[in-house]
């Protein structure tokens, strides 16, 4: 019988298969929020916008909006703030829309207007829960887990995720579900290049544990 997606997941997870790890954990995570929708057409509401026009400015709003809120929620934990975060995101791009140039995608531009936001006011309200780099034990590597891993869904997988402290949590995010590369995620963070790999990879280590805790719970 062949293994399923999950099966096969959390094994490549016990097993430190970074890249076979990083593939599913993105088909499992990410909902389909990317836009199918025609480039010339964002770019003449765009211009739109850019003139003032309101109806331009709620068809680019109802294009967005839920992958917005999505990323700010992932960040926040929280809908009331990831809904407020998301309002005054869209309200800063089309009061900056002049300084895009087009140089990433319109949808890019906007995500990282909303995760710096985001994490502006998960540190405003002193939630951000991090784990010092100094202290953290971390596995073996050489670790190897027998269990069964077939009965979890990927929603256990969400909700492992949600246990990380913030900085590990933030920077699995911007890394599986947002697809930031660790260069892009050490300036989002403000840490370094070295920093942001070993984040990382600690936060994965930790998925891992909390889902066999989870499973053998």
Known sequence: ??????????????????SVTDVFLICLLTRNDSLQNNNQHINNLLQHCKNGKQSAQFEIYKLYYKAMYNTSLRILKDS??????????????????????????????????????????????????????????EPSETEVDSNDYAMLKAKDICEAIKQLKDNYRLALSLNLIEGYDYEEIAEI???????????????????????????EG
């Open 1 to 18: 019988m062949h293994q399923s997606i999950v099966e096969l997941l959390l094994n490549s997870i016990t097993l430190f298969n970074k």
């Open 80 to 137: 009331f703030e990831a809904e407020d975060v998301m309002q005054e995101s869209f309200l800063v791009a089309f009061t900056k829309l002049s300084t895009f140039k087009g140089e990433v995608t319109f949808g890019s531009w906007l995500k990282r207007i909303v995760i710096n936001k985001s994490i502006t006011q998960l540190r405003k309200n002193n939630k951000y829960d991090e784990v010092s780099l100094d202290v953290v034990q």
């Open 189 to 215: 963070m403000h840490i370094s290049y070295q920093n942001s790999r070993t984040i990382i990879s600690r936060a994965k280590n930790k998925l891992r544990q909390l889902l066999v805790v989870n499973y």
